[in-house]
């Protein structure tokens, strides 16, 4: 059973960046495609990006496209997410994810884990 802790959150100034990892343990990792996901005070979980299983397709959501980059280096069993040009709103509780696919609608399908969180706080 695959295992997931994600790092590296904290409190930026809007227009920072930071950079999200989420390490894996158990399973078979580069089996698995790979996805983030956030959830802000009040609000239901969104998709932010997914990755393939060996890292060649990733899609991500229209409110970050352009400002994050997911990636994954299979060696080290660790996703991660690049934030650049982080804004106020981009605050909330980040989560990575284990899946079995990207659907058609190219979100992360099949989803066996999830990690804990890790909070984002951006000031403005």
């Known amino acids: 059973q695959v295992q997931l802790v994600e790092s590296g959150g904290g409190l930026v100034q809007a227009g920072g960046s930071l950079s999200l990892s989420c390490a894996a343990s158990?399973?078979?990792?580069?089996?698995?495609?790979m996805g983030w996901f956030r959830q802000a005070p009040g609000k239901e979980r969104e998709f932010v990006g997914v990755?393939?299983?060996?890292?060649?397709?990733?899609y991500h959501s229209d409110s970050v496209k352009g400002r994050f980059t997911i990636s994954r280096d299979n060696v080290k069993k660790t996703v991660y997410l690049h934030m650049n040009s982080l804004r106020p709103e981009d605050t909330a509780v980040y989560f990575c994810?284990?899946?079995?696919?990207?659907?058609?609608?190219?979100?992360?399908?099949?989803?066996?884990?999830w990690g804990k969180g890790t909070l984002v706080t951006v000031s403005s």
């Open positions: 158990g399973g078979t990792f580069s089996t698995y495609a």
């Open positions: 994810a284990a899946g079995t696919t990207i659907g058609v609608q190219r979100r992360l399908d099949g989803i066996i884990k």
């Open positions: 990755i393939s299983s060996f890292g060649g397709t990733k």
